[in-house]
């Protein structure tokens, strides 16, 4: 297991900005709960407010579910493109469903994923990565008291 500390995400929240820059996405969706973060820093980085959230369950902990839960999708319709966060492409499952999901809600949205880290084994292959990694990671922000 690595811990995944503050600096390392600022310095990898810096260069997803600069590679996602040009595109001059329509919004950014964060997956919660691991995208949040990201989305938020991301936003403020590239100045726009333009950014959403949806839900996710597919793990409890470390323990992979036998489904997955997409909810509280928001209204994109006015979006012509849309960038997806998350902070691991993993196994990719649940990036796969939300860009399944994605695109039965709104067939016409351009859909790119960007994740801080991204591990071949992935199902999906991100449009934009800071980092490949094969350990487990624990981030700055995986705590519960």
Do not use: C
């Not at 995400?9 to 919660?32: C, N």
């Not at 989305?39 to 489904?67: M, P, Q, W």
């Not at 928001?74 to 979006?79: A, E, I, Q, R």
């Amino acid at each position: 297991m690595r811990y995944y500390g503050f600096e390392e995400f600022f310095g990898d929240v810096k260069k997803i900005a600069h590679e996602v820059k040009p595109y001059k996405f329509d919004a950014f969706l964060a997956i919660a709960r691991g995208g949040m973060t990201f989305g938020h820093f991301l936003a403020h980085a590239l100045d726009t407010r333009e950014l959403y959230a949806l839900n996710s369950i597919h793990y409890e902990g470390s323990k992979k579910l036998d489904f997955i839960k997409i909810f509280n999708i928001p209204d994109l319709s006015n979006v012509k493109s849309v960038l997806v966060l998350d902070d691991i492409a993993d196994s990719g499952e649940t990036l796969a469903e939300i860009k399944k999901v994605l695109g039965e809600l709104y067939p016409k949205l351009e859909v790119k994923i960007a994740t801080l880290l991204y591990r071949e084994t992935s199902l999906v292959r991100p449009d934009f990565y800071a980092q490949k990694t094969e350990e487990w990671i624990e981030f700055l922000w995986d705590f519960t008291i």
